[in-house]
């Protein structure tokens, strides 16, 4: 009997222990929600309900086991980048919560594609890229991300250079200029948090500021929040790297042979090159580990020797096949698949350009 009364009290005891820490978690978890949040990264915010209860949504959110290991992992994947964007946002004089967009935007992913079709770190269409970055068939700049990083902070600042305030230019990026316009002409109150009240914005924006907001907030305070981040590296190795100018068709896989690295090191620099080389037909600013240019130039120099270095640009018309352009020009379809990184069964578009050994000419065709 006395030894079962013992148990009762040490188990009494434990669920005393229990309750008091619960206690003090609930009182934790009270202070850092009743906190009221008027200035995160840069942007100013209205003290109201509406706009304190959007935020506060979002750090319930990331404050959450699996959303402090989900935010813990995005940032440490978007350390390579993060230095970068840093860099840009004070030489530009833009607000700091800016370098957290790619966070809502793509978890830090430079090769994430949406849905709709938007791509890399800073989820641009391709009917928005112009004049920003360039796409043809062989590169796609949406996907490299210090390219999508200048035309992104550029977008921003054109946005803000329009509205004259910064939640509103960082929901345009997200709706665009155009939509916010038209919304605010129709709004009462031109502000962002007034228009999404009212649901004059599409929820998707209206998401995605405070989304924002509350992610700056939690990484700025992580300590007050029980939040453990990944530590920003001091070096800039993440931000500064070498460059070669290329005129030349080199795969990048045949360039890390040579150099003696991995391909994946020299394919993460040059997201851009979709088809993992250089486009044939023009200058390519490649870009390469620090203190790998001279390396680089007697390396292609080395893949060089033995070639021509000469294609043809032959631009596809009405009717043609693989099969006609290669009887053609005399060479096989499987020269032509090579040399475009196609299959044999590529359905060729009206109008573009197909690159072929040179061989013969005729009056389709143009030398590089």
């Known amino acids: 009997m006395k030894k079962r009364k013992r148990i009762k009290n040490k188990c009494y005891i434990l669920l005393l222990i229990f309750t008091f820490l619960c206690s003090l978690n609930v009182y934790s978890q009270d202070k850092q929600f009743n906190s009221v949040f008027t200035n995160v990264g840069g942007l100013t915010i209205p003290t109201d309900h509406y706009p304190q209860t959007m935020i506060k949504k979002y750090i319930t959110q990331y404050t959450s086991s699996f959303g402090k290991k989900q935010l813990y992992e995005i940032l440490d994947k978007g350390e390579k980048y993060r230095l970068y964007i840093r860099q840009e946002l004070k030489k530009r004089n833009m607000p700091e919560i800016l370098e957290y967009l790619p966070i809502v935007e793509s978890d830090y992913n430079p090769t994430a594609v949406s849905k709709s079709g938007a791509k890399g770190l800073w989820q641009f269409m391709e009917n928005s890229i112009k004049p920003f970055l360039e ?38 990026y997200n709706c665009g200029a155009g939509a916010m316009t038209r919304i605010l002409n ?22 995605y500021v405070p989304k924002l907001i509350a992610i700056c907030e939690l990484i700025n305070n992580n300590e007050k929040y029980n939040i453990t981040l990944p530590e920003l590296s001091k070096s800039k190795r993440y931000a500064e790297y070498d460059y070669i100018t290329i005129n030349q068709k080199i795969s990048l896989q045949r360039l890390a042979t040579e150099l003696r690295i991995e391909e994946k090191t020299l394919k993460e620099l040059n997201l851009a090159l979709i088809q993992n080389c250089t486009p044939p037909n023009y200058l390519y600013k490649l870009r390469l580990p620090s203190g790998l240019k001279e390396s680089a130039t007697i390396a292609i120099q080395k893949i060089t020797a033995n070639t021509t270095n000469a294609y043809i640009a032959h631009k596809i018309s009405k009717g043609e096949t693989l099969w006609s352009i290669a009887k053609t020009h005399k060479v096989s379809i499987k020269e032509i698949c090579k040399i475009n990184n196609i299959s044999e069964n590529h359905i060729l578009e009206l109008g573009k350009t197909l690159y072929i050994p040179k061989k013969n000419t005729d009056n389709k065709t143009k030398e590089f």
Request: hydrophobic fraction near 35%.
């Open 135 to 172: 796409k043809t068939e062989w590169i796609d700049e949406r996907y490299d991300p210090w390219k999508s990083t200048d035309a992104a902070l550029s977008k921003l600042q054109d946005n803000y250079n329009l509205f004259k305030d910064w939640p509103i230019a960082i929901a345009a």
């Open 186 to 207: 129709n709004a009462e109150t031109k502000t962002f948090w007034y228009i999404s009240e009212k649901e004059l914005l599409r929820d998707q924006s209206v998401q």
